[in-house]
């Protein structure tokens, strides 16, 4: 892929977007939360696609991938008023039906056209297939870290305005209350990724959240969380008492063992 073609796919991009305009505030604030979300997210790919010193087509697939990846979720909240995949429906699958349906990608070769599919389709999912071959596997990797990066974000600075401007779509309904599941904490202190089986309160979802350090792929990606205080700032969102912060201690210092690890890495090449 050239920079040509990811240009236009921007200009199709903000095109659709503009198609979902409405004068239902509710709608159009999310309509535009969403748009900012996947620009910061395509921004985030290009990130980690530099430090992985990707070519240029490569680099401009995983630009693309970021910008696309949540297509759907503009037809869903327009549809649903949801962003609650089981309340209404899987976003990346419709995100990957729009595109088809569209020809968005027609002009590019088949093998970029599937590798830009599949990785939107498994941006959501808990787990990545084994079957993936290689280029894609790496693409489904940039993809879920940049959005993860960008969520945590968007969490965040909610979590400073929500008194003034709550947005109920962030927290698909969920409870805004002071308790929080203890088996989240256990999975995060066995550094595994939590499942959102367990997930019944605003806490619970950020919690899941913290969990998903353990699913990042890229060490770039860990900088820019480090660099953006992201953990500090979602652990603040829970109810401060001794064990969240031994939580805080706990990631704080398995950051610190992912960048002391590449740092090692680096000086010995």
């Known amino acids: 892929m050239k920079e040509e073609d990811f240009l236009v796919f921007n200009e199709w991009f903000f095109h659709y977007v503009g198609s979902f305009h409405t004068d239902d505030r509710f709608i159009r604030k999310n309509i535009k939360l969403k748009e900012e979300h996947s620009l910061r997210v395509c921004v985030n790919s290009s990130l980690i696609a530099i430090s992985e010193d990707l070519d240029e087509r490569d680099h ?136 959102v089986n367990k997930v019944a309160t605003c806490n619970d979802m950020n919690l899941t959240r913290l969990a998903w350090l353990f699913d990042l792929n890229f060490v770039e990606t860990v900088i820019l969380v480090r660099k953006r205080d992201y953990i500090k700032k979602l652990v603040a969102t829970l109810p401060q008492n001794s064990e969240i912060d031994e939580l805080h201690d706990y990631l704080n210092r398995y950051v610190d063992s992912i960048l002391s690890i590449s740092k090692e890495t680096y000086c010995e090449c």
Do not use: W
């Not at 609650?84 to 039906?97: F, M, Q, Y």
């Not at 569209?102 to 599937?114: A, F, I, T, Y």
């Not at 693409?139 to 940049?146: E, F, G, T, V, Y």
């Open 60 to 195: 401009y697939l995983a630009k693309t991938i970021g910008l696309l990846h949540d297509i759907g979720r503009f037809e869903q909240i327009r549809k649903y008023r949801t962003f609650n995949d089981s309340e209404s429906e899987n976003h990346a699958l419709l995100g990957v039906k729009i595109l088809k349906a569209e020809g968005v990608l027609s002009g590019l070769p088949h093998e970029e056209q599937e590798i830009i599919f599949t990785a939107i389709k498994n941006h959501n999912v808990h787990i990545l297939p084994e079957e993936l071959d290689q280029r894609t596997l790496f693409h489904s990797k940039i993809i879920r870290d940049a959005d993860k990066l960008d969520i945590y974000k968007v969490l965040t600075d909610h979590y400073a305005i929500r008194e003034m401007s709550p947005n109920p779509a962030l927290y698909h309904g969920l409870p805004d209350t002071f308790e929080y599941n203890r088996d989240l904490l256990e999975d995060i202190f066995n550094n595994r990724v939590a499942s």
